[in-house]
Nanobody, 115 residues
Framework: QVQLVESGGGLVQPGGSLTLSCLSS????????IAWYRQVPGKDREFVAA???????LYADSVKGRFTISGDSAKNTVSLQMANIEFEDTAVYYC?????????WGPGARVTVSS
């Protein structure tokens, strides 16, 4: 079983920056990949970014060039650096891993973009 906890959410102005962190109870070196998703009320959870330990990074088109995912194996943390934030980035952000064929999710971190 893997426990994930997101942190770093909050209120940010358009054009601003914010960094979310996902702390894993399992060494992230033992995980093939970690992903970030986000969800707004009334909509499906959508993929944001993912990183794999072969150096692969994937991004949704909506965040490409603005968000950066990175992992710190010493801290068992995967971060999502968000820059040039837009109103449409308002959502609850979740990190997700699949281990043993089972998906695990954190409780989420809320990001609100408001001027």
């Amino acid at each position: 079983q893997v426990q994930l906890v997101e942190s770093g959410g909050g209120l940010v102005q358009p054009g601003g920056s914010l960094t979310l962190s996902c702390l894993s109870s399992m060494s992230i070196s033992n995980l093939s990949s970690i992903a970030w998703y986000r969800q707004v009320p009334g909509k499906d959870r959508e993929f944001v970014a993912a990183t794999a330990w072969r150096g692969m990074e994937l991004y949704a088109d909506s965040v490409k060039g603005r968000f950066t995912i990175s992992g710190d194996s010493a801290k068992n943390t995967v971060s999502l650096q968000m820059a040039n934030i837009e109103f449409e980035d308002t959502a609850v952000y979740y990190c997700e891993v699949v281990y043993g064929g089972i998906p695990y999710w954190g409780p989420g971190a809320r990001v609100t973009v408001s001027s």
